[in-house]
């Protein structure tokens, strides 16, 4: 489903990150794991279009989002992503309505305060988030604010999903509960997935290969189930068996 | 239709009351007054400010406009004279009798139009220059961009002594006391002209006629200006 | 009462268009600006921001050699019977050339200081760029350009070297307030001047403190509301 | 060449105080108004606007009213051997008075966008209110507060109405570049007029863009770095 | 260690939210687990003195932060408290460096550039933020974030630690090392902390007593080990042991 080249450095005053990502896999679903700092983010930012490789090509479902040879970097626009950002990026003028109504909404106008678009209803009920819809970005927990995030990426039936640690800020409840979600979406629409996720169990539920980055490269790559055979392995056991894969 | 006039800022007063006047004897034509300082009029009047009338302080103004062609040099009048005047604070405190007390140590400012953009600091270059007064009067120079700012400098008592036409002096009778009138040697002569346009008004001869006519130079008189 | 609600409206107007284009025309190129990568960015910046440094009748004199009838593009314009000089339409023109760039620099301050990253989430939802323009980017800079909006509409309000210049003092036609309370001033009437010094101030704080209300009480937010 | 080089240096003089004096005046009062929550605030905040408002002439007659030898707080002053009018001193104040709105309202929607929470972070550091002034909002609001300060710089370069009402016009001593521009430009010397005009422009552009270089480089970043 | 009662009620437009939280006790080290919204945010900023209740009292080792009987409310500044920000709170002006140095300047200037007082170097070895020192938060990933917030907070020497979901955006590895040295720091200074997680790993380490928050109000607390027999449960059991307690 994906298949990609890309290199980019990227320099902040005397540092220097190098970012040399290939992946290739026709696996619909994948997740992306690694240490703090390695490129997790980064990588994802060049497939939604936001970071602009050096060189290299991205192809997503046989389509060319960019390539240097052929000079093409379609626009964010025109790739019909959903992007979770890690620290959320919530409209701060807009209301939690408006802003999972966002992208439902073309042209020049913001949706209205409580125009509610039917697709945004589905993920209002699904991540339960009713009783916020009128309150602003400053106005809300952390948790919630991922889930309004999510909703907003999702609701705008999307080509593929970019999700940054989507639970990361969620009670387990929550977190079970959502997670189902996104399985339940990833079959219905049999939409591609890239997760980025320090959480063996969302792994396990949402992705069917997974990508093991380290100081922006891919090192090393396997199935969920041979990184955790239990499906349920607690922290420690997660990281060792990523060394031995 | 109106008659729009350009007049320098000495004649306000005198203006707005002809304007009034005349459209009382005239029913359905305005008069427009535009006040500034002469050598502002000329240049709008140059880059074509749809005016009829032009009435300025002095020759020079004048003499620009009319070298520029934009006026109608047949009708170019003087209407009517003044006389520029050494004033002081009224209640006089450096006890200035005459111009020669400008000499004093104690005079630190006065106050007079600016030669080079106002006919009143014109005429009192020249006048200081024939009475040999200038250089002292130079070195305690405050120059204003028009009469009316070197009359409210000395009617405040910021500046000792200052230069201003006689019938600004009249208009704050109060607050500033005439010294004496400094001869000129340039005659203080207004002139007055129709403005060269196409669209002029055809009335706006009709009002010249009326400023020059006897009933006009009675209302200039009532504003201190005498007859040419 | 005429002699008073005349200039009033007749400010308001001049200075509401000319807020209007300032704002028009100083939010397109601080935008322009914002997003231009490139050293000469701020020279640009810097030449744009000289109608502020210029006196403003030096201003007014450029304009009217420019606009005049004898001007470089005053000619152009007359074939279409557009008339600048004189008219109110030329004293909004003054306006707008003097306060645009109060707009320009609140709203480049206030374009750079949006965060980039609600852009991005803007784009990678589909929303075309005009769209992320008007429904991200303008929103979170709304506070700083409305700041320089205001600054434009009072400078214009005050507005007077310029206009004066090019509009002339047309009672009616082209007299702003601003112009009435120089010549108030000038003829030494301080009670006219105060009453509409007066005026001006109320008129000014009114407009002033309605436009601040017109910012959407969501605009306002930035972090967490105040909870203490 | 003095007659060149003594108006600029008294310009850049004058200008350089008055956006000095603005910037402390603007800034304090800003970031009063943007910590009081009250109603009032917005009306405060339009009076305070007003210097803007009124004709700079005006202003100048005011300040001459308040300062004057006979006015309000003169002889006050007269007596610590104070004197502001004809002095350059005065020239300060008056560009000050009319430039610090500039000031005022950028610093205050600079201000009123700094996020909160990171002020907090600041105080829970133990950070006392001055260092979390100086360390944290100051620094966020400088991109805001710098557009203001060089606009009240560039207004107080190019002030001219209320300089010369409360400053005179003295050459070599009040008489500043704004001035002179306008004598040459009335006296029709249009030569001496382009020079001076292309002098100013050329400082200001100078001077502009030097300030703009002074924002350091991390204080232009918000949200990430633009990375494509 | 910490006796709290506090009420406060907020408005976002029509919606309320009621924080009624009573706090007794004794144990030096206390998690708030809860479910998002629930209130755990706002009761740690209350006892950092940034949300002011209506009512009640706070007291931290007998000190009174916040008295509304006795008119007594101990600014920020003056309460001597770490407090994590969930969504970091870092200086944007200012670099990693700096950021970690800011509370150990006192005074009205910033850390100079390159200025790295002694106690903060610790915490830039522990938390492996070397290579990021002269980076501008904009230039750093999530969990570098995370880190340099946390070292912040730890390198003023405070007198009470409040850690909103401290390790939430860290990878296995480097949360397993993070996490043990919070632990280190808690024994050897005898700090006591609040701590707001939904990784029962880090309720075991971190925490000697266990408070449930739900709507607003403490429903139940408990020891860890009452909640997580295994200590290493997986998220659905602790949610059962956490309804049971
Ligand atoms: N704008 C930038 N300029 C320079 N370096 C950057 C920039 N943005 C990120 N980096 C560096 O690139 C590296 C990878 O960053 P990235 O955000 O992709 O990490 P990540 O894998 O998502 O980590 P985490 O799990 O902590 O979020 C980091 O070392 C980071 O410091
Ligand atoms: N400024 C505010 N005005 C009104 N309501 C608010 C405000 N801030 C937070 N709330 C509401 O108060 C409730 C508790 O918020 P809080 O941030 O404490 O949740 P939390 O327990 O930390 O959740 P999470 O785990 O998702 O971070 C939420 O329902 C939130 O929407
Ligand atoms: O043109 Mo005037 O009347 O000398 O100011
Ligand atoms: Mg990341
Ligand atoms: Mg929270």
Redesign the interface.
């Known amino acids: 489903m994906i298949s990609m080249h890309i290199k980019r450095r990227l320099q902040a005053g005397a540092r220097e990150f190098t970012l040399d990502i290939a992946i290739e896999s026709a696996a619909p679903r994948i997740a992306l794991f690694g240490p703090s700092g390695s490129g997790k983010t980064l990588t994802v930012q060049a497939i939604a279009g936001l970071l602009r490789p050096d060189s290299g090509y991205i192809q997503v479902n046989g389509v060319t989002l960019y390539s240097s040879e052929q000079g093409v970097f379609l626009a964010p626009q025109a790739r019909h992503l959903a992007y979770l950002q890690q620290n959320y990026g919530l409209f701060p003028h807009l209301n939690v309505a408006q802003n999972i109504g966002f992208g439902l909404k073309k042209g020049w106008l913001n949706p209205r305060r409580n125009a509610l678009p039917e697709a945004a209803r589905r993920w209002i009920e699904a991540f339960e988030l009713e009783a916020i819809l009128g309150s602003y970005p400053a106005e809300i927990s952390g948790g919630q604010k991922q889930r309004v995030a999510l909703a907003r990426a999702l609701a705008v039936e999307p080509r593929m999903v970019l999700l940054d640690e989507p639970l990361a800020a969620l009670d387990s409840t929550l977190r079970q509960k959502m997670r189902g979600e996104l399985a339940a979406l990833q079959a219905r629409l049999n939409i591609p997935t890239i997760l980025i996720t320090h959480d063996p169990a969302d792994v396990v539920a949402l992705a069917d290969h997974v990508y093991q980055i380290e100081n922006g490269r891919i090192v090393a790559n396997c199935s969920p189930q041979q990184l955790f055979p239990s499906g349920r392995a607690a922290p420690g056991i997660t990281q060792d068996a990523l060394k031995i894969a | 239709d109106d008659i729009?006039v350009?007049a320098a800022?000495s004649l306000?007063?005198a203006f707005t009351e002809l304007g009034t006047q005349f459209q009382q004897q005239h029913p359905g034509t305005k008069v427009?007054?535009?006040?500034?300082?002469s050598?502002?009029l000329v240049?709008?009047i140059?880059?074509?400010?749809?005016?009829d009338i032009f009435a300025s302080a002095d020759q020079k103004a004048m003499d620009?406009a009319v070298e520029a062609k934009v006026i109608d040099a047949a009708s170019r009048k003087d209407f009517v004279r003044n006389e520029v005047v050494l004033i002081v604070p009224a209640d006089n405190p450096l006890k200035i009798k005459s111009l020669a007390d400008l000499k004093g140590a104690s005079v630190k400012?006065v106050?007079f139009g600016?030669p080079?953009?106002v006919p009143v600091g014109r005429y009192t270059q020249a006048g200081l220059e024939k009475t040999g007064n200038w250089d002292d009067v130079k070195k305690r120079?405050?120059?204003?961009?028009?009469v009316?700012?070197v009359?409210?400098?000395v009617?405040?008592?910021?500046v000792d002594a200052g230069f201003v036409f006689a019938t600004d002096a009249a208009?704050?009778k109060g607050k500033v006391t005439v010294i004496e009138t400094l001869p000129s040697p340039i005659p203080v002569l207004y002139p007055i002209a129709l403005v060269q346009r196409e669209k002029r008004n055809p009335q706006a001869a009709d009002f010249l006629a009326y400023i020059l006519s006897p009933q006009g130079q009675a209302v200039l008189a009532k504003y201190g200006f005498s007859k040419p | 009462m005429s002699s008073l609600t005349v200039p009033l409206l007749l400010s308001l107007k001049v200075a509401g268009w000319a807020a209007f284009f300032a704002a028009i025309l100083g939010i397109a190129m601080a935008y322009g600006l914002s997003r231009w990568r490139s050293r000469w960015c701020d020279v640009v910046d810097s030449l744009l921001t000289l109608p502020m440094v210029l006196p403003p009748t030096v201003i007014g004199?450029y304009l009217?050699?420019l606009l005049?009838?004898?001007?470089w593009l005053?000619p152009f314009l007359e074939q279409f019977g557009i008339?600048l000089?004189?008219t109110w339409q030329g004293a909004v023109i003054a306006a707008t050339v003097v306060a645009f760039p109060m707009v320009l620099k609140a709203a480049r301050a206030a374009f750079e200081g949006v965060d980039h990253t609600l852009e991005d989430a803007a784009r990678v939802l589909g929303i075309g760029a005009p769209g992320v323009f008007f429904r991200v980017t303008l929103p979170l800079a709304l506070r700083g350009i409305l700041a320089g909006v205001l600054l434009a509409f009072a400078r214009a309000l005050g507005e007077f070297g310029a206009t004066?210049?090019i509009a002339?003092?047309?009672?009616?036609?082209?007299q702003t307030l601003s112009i009435s309370i120089y010549?108030a001033?000038?003829?030494?009437n301080d009670d006219l001047a105060n009453i509409l010094v007066l005026v001006t101030s109320f008129t000014c704080i009114a407009v002033l403190w309605i436009a601040s209300q017109l910012l959407p009480d969501n605009l306002r937010i930035k972090g967490s509301r105040d909870r203490s």
């Open positions: 729009v350009s800022a306000t007063n427009l007054n535009s006040f500034a300082a050598d502002v240049q709008q140059i880059h074509g400010a749809p005016t620009k400012r106050a600016n080079a953009t120079e405050v120059l204003g961009q028009n009316r700012q009359l409210d400098y009617a405040r008592g910021e208009i704050m | 004199y009217l050699v005049g009838r004898r001007g005053g008339q000089v004189f004066l210049m002339g003092s047309i009672p009616g036609r082209t010549e001033v000038q003829a030494g």
